[in-house]
């Protein structure tokens, strides 16, 4: 073999290697297998996609862009990290630093350590049904706070409540910017590249599920966005491509 053909092939080992650390969630901890106490034979073969996206106008007024199956219970993944977090940082309960490393790096054992500190499970349904958000056996069902468990559930009618309570705070920029980014560190590193600086996002991955929620600015106001895709019969590469082509296709439509 000659040293052009070794120094291709170690070039590819390392574009290789450096995708594995900067995509945090493709690793064991994530893909493990998991009982999954929702598991019907319908949704064994018949993969289950739900989506919203929003446009919050300056002035207030909204407009949904696109959106499917809003209503539909679904494992959020790490997504449920968006609640452990905005409820952290309300009761200043962990440092900005901190919830950056958690959301950003998507670190289960943060994200669950901060639900125990602050209640648990239960307790974080009561504070979200405080804020106003729908929370009930149809909405939202918690069993961590980091997404883990394939006993979570959410839909992302819920979760967009969350993310419009997100957006209408006072301290909406400097949360919004401890989420990931495209083109820089953390789980969005290396999608989306064509819209840093615009997106800010919580990415969710098990070893069937695939979910991206967060903020969208585009020109016309910030787009909330939710998408879930469960009980996928497709690689995660194939459907994070598909999810950020909707993320494209919606930043487009708000122009």
Known sequence: MNTKRCLLILALLVTQLSWAQ????DTEEFLADQYDPYLTPEKAVNPSYAHVFKLIRPDGTTKVLTSKNTNLL????????LFTGWWAYQEKARTNE??????????NSMAQNTLVKLGGADAMKDYYRNL????????????????LSYANQTNCGVQIELLEEIRQDTDY????????????????????RNLAG??????????????????IEAPQGTIVFCVISD???????????????????NYNLAR
């Open 22 to 25: 900067d995509t945090t969630e």
């Open 74 to 81: 679904l494992k959020p993944a790490s997504t449920m990290k």
């Open 98 to 107: 901190y919830l950056g490393q958690m959301l950003r790096d998507s670190v």
């Open 132 to 147: 106003g958000l729908t929370m009930n056996n149809q909405t939202f069902n918690p069993a961590d706070g980091s997404g």
């Open 173 to 192: 920029l400097t949360f919004r910017n401890l989420l990931a980014q495209p083109r820089k560190n953390g789980t969005l590193k290396k999608r989306l």
């Open 198 to 215: 615009k997106v800010f996002a919580k990415t969710g991955t098990l070893k069937k599920t695939a979910a991206l929620s967060g903020f």
């Open 231 to 249: 009980y996928l019969n497709k690689t995660l590469a194939r459907e994070r491509a598909r999810i950020d082509a909707m993320v494209l296709q």
